[in-house]
């Protein structure tokens, strides 16, 4: 079984801070791809921002130099966080945690989505 549990999100102000977390929790499992997507309002769902077990990081145009990505990789808990800056209306939106996720034994991935939380800017 694998648990993702988001925390973080609110409402902030244009130039205001928020840090979202997303922990993998389970058994049996290792964690490759860890990352963070958005989905605004009558739009698509699309990658902010993601982060491999090795710690390389992929940003979208949009939040480069705002946002950053980190990891930390317990025996049986990946955690991912955003740390997001200098926050802007158009970054109002539900951000979901993702984790591709490895079986042991398994060399296929599967993809598992957090729950999803709020995060909106106001101006």
């Known amino acids: 079984q694998v648990r993702l549990a988001q925390s973080g999100g609110g409402l902030v102000q244009a130039g205001g801070s928020l840090r979202l977390s997303c922990a993998a929790s389970?058994?049996?499992?290792?964690?490759?791809?860890m990352g963070w997507y958005r989905q605004a309002p009558g739009k698509q769902r699309e990658l902010v921002t993601d982060?491999?077990?090795?710690?390389?990081?992929?940003?979208a145009d949009s939040v480069k130099g705002r946002f950053t990505i980190s990891r930390d990789n317990a025996k049986s808990t990946s955690t991912v966080y955003l740390q997001m800056n200098s926050l802007k209306p158009e970054d109002t939106a539900i951000y979901y945690c993702?984790?591709?996720?490895?079986?042991?034994?398994?060399?296929?991935?599967?993809?598992?989505w957090g729950q999803g939380t709020q995060v909106t800017v106001s101006s």
């Open positions: 982060i491999t077990s090795g710690g390389n990081t992929n940003y």
């Open positions: 389970g058994s049996r499992f290792s964690v490759n791809r």
């Open positions: 993702n984790a591709r996720i490895l079986w042991l034994g398994s060399t296929a991935e599967n993809s598992f």
